[in-house]
């Protein structure tokens, strides 16, 4: 049984910061991916960033230059820094890990339950 979990949502003022943590448990064999979502009331879910192991960091137009994506890779956990943040960064953040649970199988993507980041003007 695999679980992802994150941590780290919040109340914070335009202009503030938040670090959200997302860490992936359990059955594990190796992790292709971690990354970050979000959904706004009334809005799609949208891709934050997307971190492949070993690879570059992808990130929403919207939130470059003001988030940053850390992967701490013993730990399954990847962190979302979040800076400068502003009202339109409201929103549920759900975080997904990309992983295969045995050496012969498939990837597939496993999503935790998302925490809430509120950013007041």
């Known amino acids: 049984q695999v679980q992802v979990v994150e941590s780290g949502g919040g109340l914070v003022q335009a202009g503030g910061s938040l670090r959200l943590s997302c860490t992936a448990s359990g059955n594990i064999f190796s992790i292709n991916a971690m990354g970050w979502f979000r959904q706004a009331p009334g809005k799609q879910r949208e891709l934050v960033a997307a971190?492949?192991?070993?690879?570059?960091?992808n990130y929403a137009d919207s939130v470059k230059g003001r988030f940053s994506v850390f992967r701490d890779n013993f730990k399954n956990t990847v962190y979302l820094q979040m800076n400068n943040l502003l009202p339109e960064d409201t929103a549920d953040y759900y975080c997904?890990?990309?992983?295969?649970?045995?050496?012969?199988?498939?990837?597939?993507?496993?999503w935790g339950r998302g925490t809430q980041v509120t950013v007041s003007s």
């Open positions: 971190s492949p192991t070993g690879g570059n960091v």
């Open positions: 997904y890990a990309v992983l295969k649970i045995t050496r012969g199988g498939l990837s597939r993507d496993y």
